[in-house]
């Protein structure tokens, strides 16, 4: 409820989540939200921890102030790829969200380092810690404070789909997890005289290192240019495949500029003996409500396809049926054939998944369709799918 009442103040338009100024508008809410939620909980396990002289209150202390420096950099971040496009980057600054993320993770993995050097120090030289229920209270509302944090940008992050929030969300939920950890140590060093504060600094700050780990590898995928959403992939089929003279559509792309800021380029089949001009006013409509949509910029291709010659629907189905006998992940496109008097050459292209070895799958198709009739060659391009 305090969550979406936070949305309705700050947040105008807040169900339109495609539009870069809502984006905006939620990022700086979840950063300025993160930023003083983080200050003063640094605050008051500092004071907790030097009070008590426990170094695991210390380290957690301080594990806040680097999400702090995290909130500072959701809130840049955001800023930055808000940005419109400008003459050098015309695509706009939406990957600067992924840079963002990166360097959360870079300082939860510092974080985690210097907790274990504090750990350490505390194993070599062990040192009683001082008890109190106002630091077990102090760490109790932390672990509140962490939990409605991690729900919260785990809610935006979600919202409008944003690598920067979910590793803000997961690095809340560390924090829940080494808060709780460090209080059930301190009632345990409590109840049984048991020094063990160094230690679990020491699992605590394994735990956070792994998650920074974690962070950084989800992080980069998008960089090094991963596949795309397939319920993305699916809308996009869908609107395309819904006009009546659309048959077909293949060679999908789509590039990513940033969440929220996708070009796509496909192949749109439609029939050769067609009106041209409908064809490509029909593409055009096309394009114009990809934007609407889904607020993708599209660039279609039309691909004439002959849909009155029965011998070449015969062999596109035989054609595709053998794919199908060899490997059923096999599929083809922009299939059409050219007759001769003595021969006739079978032309398509065959998409083919990730590490498909196999050396002679024109030869092997080529054997089979000649068993149908000997005049027919193969021609064939091997391709993979960017979907």
Not at 37 to 48: D, M, P, S, T, Y
Not at 110 to 137: C, M, N, R, Y
Request: hydrophobic fraction near 50%.
């Amino acid at each position: 409820m305090f969550t979406k009442a936070l949305i309705g103040r700050f947040v105008r338009d807040s169900e339109n989540t495609a539009a870069p100024a809502v984006r905006t508008a939620y990022g700086k809410l979840a950063g300025m939200a993160g930023l003083a939620a983080n200050i003063v909980l640094f605050l008051l396990k500092l004071l907790a921890g030097i009070f008590s002289g426990s170094v695991a209150i210390i380290a957690d202390a301080f594990n806040n102030l680097s999400d702090a420096g995290s909130s500072v950099v959701t809130l840049v971040g955001f800023r930055l790829a808000g940005s419109p496009p400008d003459e050098e980057h015309p695509f706009g600054h939406g990957r600067v969200e992924y840079l963002s993320a990166l360097t959360v993770a870079a300082l939860i993995m510092l974080a985690g380092v210097e907790l274990a050097g504090s750990a350490i120090d505390k194993i070599l030289e062990p040192a009683s810690s001082a008890f109190s229920w106002t630091t077990v209270g102090i760490l109790m509302i932390a672990i509140l404070v962490k939990l409605w944090m991690a729900r919260l940008n785990r809610y935006i992050g979600g919202r409008i789909r944003s690598d920067t929030l979910i590793a803000a969300a997961t690095d809340s939920r560390n924090d829940v997890i080494c808060t709780t950890v460090v209080l059930v140590s301190s009632i345990f060093t409590h109840l049984t005289s048991i020094q063990i504060d160094g230690y679990v600094g020491v699992l605590v700050s394994l735990f956070v290192i792994w998650s920074g780990f974690s962070v950084l590898k989800e992080t980069l995928s998008p960089l090094l240019g991963e596949a795309p959403d397939p319920e993305l992939v699916e809308q996009i089929r869908q609107i395309v495949l819904e006009n009546e003279g659309v048959v077909g559509i293949h060679d999908l792309i789509v590039h990513n500029y940033g969440p929220g800021r996708c070009i796509v380029s496909l192949h749109a089949e439609v029939p050769a003996h067609g009106d041209i001009l409908h064809s490509h006013e029909l593409i055009d409509a096309v394009e114009r409500r990809l934007v609407r949509e889904l607020n993708i910029t599209a660039c279609i291709h039309m691909d004439p396809v002959d849909t009155q010659d029965e011998q070449v629907r015969e062999l596109r189905v035989l054609t595709e049926t053998i794919l199908g006998d060899i490997d059923p992940a096999l599929s083809l496109h922009d299939f059409r054939l050219v007759r001769g008097e003595q021969r006739m050459n079978v032309i398509f292209d065959v998409v083919v998944p990730f590490g498909y070895a196999k050396a002679d799958l024109q030869a092997e198709i080529e054997r089979r369709l000649q068993n149908v009739d000997k005049r027919l060659f193969v021609v064939l391009t091997v391709e993979h799918s960017f979907t």
